[in-house]
Each structure stands twice: as C-alpha cells, then as structure tokens.
C-alpha cells in the first residue's frame, strides 16, 4: 500500500523480456536507477513504479529490478517505458508512517492521457481524459492517483477532470516533464469503487 506521495524519480537504465524462473512470455525486465537508499530495501519488497505497484527482484547501491507481466505491460503503460523514460517511484508505506496523499494500492485501474495543461499562476491546470468505465468514480474534490502521484480533483466534465499541480509536485514528479497527449495510469479512489458498488445493490 502507497500514499501517492512520490520519494524520488527513476531512470530505466535496461531492459529485456523477463527471466526470472517462472516468467511467461510477454513479460518484462527493467533496471531502474534511483536515488532512494536501497539497503534496507529487501528483495520481494513492492514499489510504487508510475503507480503500479511491482515486486523488486534484484537490486543495487543505486539501482532496482523489476520484472512486469504481460497483463500489466498491456493494462498500463508501462509497455511505452524506453531506456533513458523517467518514471515515479514510491516505497511502500510502513505502519507508523505519515499519511501524506490517500491510500493508494498501486492497481492501475486504466490508461488515460493529458489533454491539456494551463499554467494558473505558479501552478498547472492540468486537464486528464479517463476511459469512460472509470469517469464515472472521478468527482469534484475527490482523490485520484496519477501515475502513482495523490492529486485532488477540481472539476469534472464527462470524462475529463482537472487538477491543479503545483510547482513543488512538478519538480519532484515526472508531471513536470510531462505532454499533451501523453498517457498516464489512473487509480482510482478505492472508496469511490465501494460506494458505487453499494448504489449498485441498492438498486437492484
């Protein structure tokens, strides 16, 4: 489990098709190169990759190995990432550790794309397109995750929704680099899920 509160942004230094033992066909090795402290960070350990959650596999002084199955290189886009693509990392959260953004589970639920950025004075109105199977759990000063990044919703009309980001959040977040068009992994927030599901039931 994640706060969508992203600790440092990584490199992928290499990548091939996965071989651990067990890996299919399809899947995915990366390398990615970080600054985050990867001593105390066991193998088997989960982190927030662009808000997928993976499984650290194999790990360095300053790097980490992931490997990605076919299903998850399909459903998000980490089946765009290049040596040299820049993407969110996040360790996942320890009991006792503060709350920063909203719980964040590190499921990718679909792939949206930016489809416009405003700067507002010394921040970014960035406007998102979801798929329309997920637009329907996005509403006005709810949360939603971003390429693993806790972002609060403005306004919502159809399936886009607009959030304002910050200088600091661009700074420290791939968003900063970001384009229009480009495609990003939306979570959506799980409590959101939960009571459409109910509504559901009700109206059964």
Partial sequence: MFTGIVTDIG???????????????????????????????????SIACSGCCLTVIEKGSDWLA???SGESLAKTHLGDW???????????????????????????DGVGKVASMTPEGGS????????????RFIAAKGSVAIDGI???????????????????TQAVTTLGQ???????????????????????HGKS
């Fill in 11 to 45: 490199e992928i230094v290499t990548l091939a098709p996965g071989g651990q033992a067990g890996a299919k066909a399809g899947d995915r090795r990366f390398v990615v190169r970080t600054r985050h402290d990867m001593k105390p960070v066991a193998i088997g350990a």
């Fill in 66 to 68: 992931v490997e990605v």
């Fill in 82 to 108: 290049k040596v040299g693509s820049r993407i969110n990392l996040e360790l996942s959260l320890k009991v006792g550790d503060e709350l920063g953004g909203h719980l964040v589970y590190g499921h990718v």
């Fill in 124 to 135: 970014v109105r960035f406007v998102f397109e979801a798929p329309p199977e997920l637009a």
């Fill in 150 to 168: 806790s972002l609060t919703v403005n306004e919502v009309a159809g399936n886009r929704f607009g959030v304002n980001v910050i200088s600091h």
């Fill in 178 to 200: 970001a384009k229009i068009g480009q495609s990003v992994n939306l979570e959506v927030d799980m409590l959101a899920r939960y009571v459409a599901r109910l509504l559901e």
